[in-house]
């Protein structure tokens, strides 16, 4: 077998921008796979084919695509001309080393051109095979199924499929900025925000030199992890114990995580409006925390006028947990580390904020001054993938 066939769904629905999507998925895919033996890639009618180069590995390549947005399934496969006897040999020759106690076939016509039907395909190529190896033809239960797209001028084969991660392929959906903390949740959100095309740039607050640096060395394995679906990442580094030093001198103790939460939504803000991101992400979920009561999430959200997606908002903690273990962040994430929201938090925070009374409390305080001086402390990191 000499190429692998990609399959998309999502894609398919896209109408008159249909075209624009594809170009995206084949060229991530061109760009994913480009140092593990795949001659090029091309996009046929309704599918991708990857021809494969001399010696290249298929478990190497199923890898890489198992984490390309946009791909639903793949498969290893044989292209050969759109000739009934040529499919039926080569298909032949390529199960000599396979065993199965039953077989069923399935065939596609990307065009109603080709003389025979599908079932008429099926019949004869499956008569062939059976004859050749004797196996039961089962047409609801077959435990190999060999699967035939006959396209206007080539034809391909297949047996067996992987799945892919499915969504959008990545950078159709524009560019957002999320906030990155190092626990369980914010992971996930980046990762759902990226599934649906969008580009995610990383923001990670940390209390350095307060706290120690071990939660800005789990969001760098985070972003190095997240990265394979994406591919390129930024992740931005902002220093925020300073802030909230003097949100503790100068606010109520009360309020002080909701004043963090906003002072980071218009660090993240102004951060996307240097990146061209559209919008803000977040890990929270109703009710989670002290912070992430309806009230406290509004008023924490009014502190910009820049739309805050909240991926995660309806999940309960043990949904979340479980997608996290499923994209591989979970181990990180439950790392101990000295996380910036520890820092300076108060016994009893308050849960039902009203705006009036934060604003008061924010008006005591340098607000420009101190995202001007978190700005200019941030250092940016960048991650690719592959390197």
């Known amino acids: 077998m000499n190429t692998i066939i990609v399959h998309y769904q999502e894609i398919a629905l896209k109408g008159r921008n249909r075209p624009y999507f594809i170009g995206k998925l084949v060229r991530n895919v061109r760009r994913m796979t480009a140092d593990v033996g795949v001659a090029d890639v091309r996009a046929l009618m309704g599918r991708i084919e990857m021809v494969l180069a001399p010696g290249a590995e298929y478990a190497a390549i199923r890898e890489r695509l198992q984490h390309v947005f946009g791909v639903a399934n793949f498969s290893k496969a044989g292209r050969v001309p759109i000739d009934i006897d040529g499919i039926a040999g080569a298909i032949v020759r390529d199960l000599e080393d396979v065993d199965t106690p039953s077989f ?3 065939a596609k016509r990307a065009v109603k051109s080709f003389p025979m039907t599908s079932p008429q395909i099926e019949r004869e190529i499956g008569g062939r095979i059976q004859d050749a190896r004797g196996w039961k033809v089962d047409l609801d239960h077959g435990a190999l199924t060999v699967r035939v797209e006959m396209l206007p001028h080539e034809a391909f084969y297949h047996f067996d499929r992987d799945k892919g991660p499915g969504g959008l392929p990545s950078g159709v959906s524009g560019r957002v900025v999320a ?6 949740d914010s992971p996930v959100a980046a990762f759902r925000l990226m599934k649906r095309g969008c580009s995610v740039v990383l923001v990670h607050f940390h209390s350095y030199p307060f706290l120690s640096r071990a939660s800005q060395d ?15 990442t930024r992740l931005h580094l902002v220093p925020f114990g300073e802030l909230q030093r003097q949100v503790v001198l100068d606010a109520p103790p009360r309020l002080r995580v909701v004043l963090y939460r906003r002072l980071m939504l218009r660090i993240a803000e102004r951060i996307a409006h240097d990146s061209r991101a559209r919008a803000l ?5 109703i009710g989670q925390v002290a912070s992430q009561t309806l009230d406290n999430m509004s008023v924490i959200a009014s502190a910009t006028p820049m739309p805050v997606l909240r991926p995660l908002v309806g999940m309960d ?19 101990p580390d000295q996380d910036c929201c520890q820092l300076f938090t108060p016994r009893n925070p308050e849960t039902h904020a009203h705006a009036g009374t934060v604003e008061h409390a924010e ?4 607000i420009d001054q101190m995202i001007a001086s978190a700005l200019e ?6 991650f690719r993938f592959p390197k």
């Open 317 to 335: 903690k043990e949904e979340i947990v479980a997608e996290a273990q499923r994209i591989g962040t979970y181990e990180i994430s439950i790392v």
């Open 363 to 366: 008006s005591k305080l340098p």
């Open 377 to 382: 402390g941030t250092t940016i990191e960048k």
């Open 218 to 232: 789990k969001v760098r394995e985070i972003a190095q992890l997240l990265c394979r679906n994406q591919m390129r």
């Open 104 to 106: 069923r076939v399935s």
């Open 281 to 285: 992400v977040t890990g929270e979920s």
């Open 179 to 184: 906030l990155m903390s190092g626990g369980i």
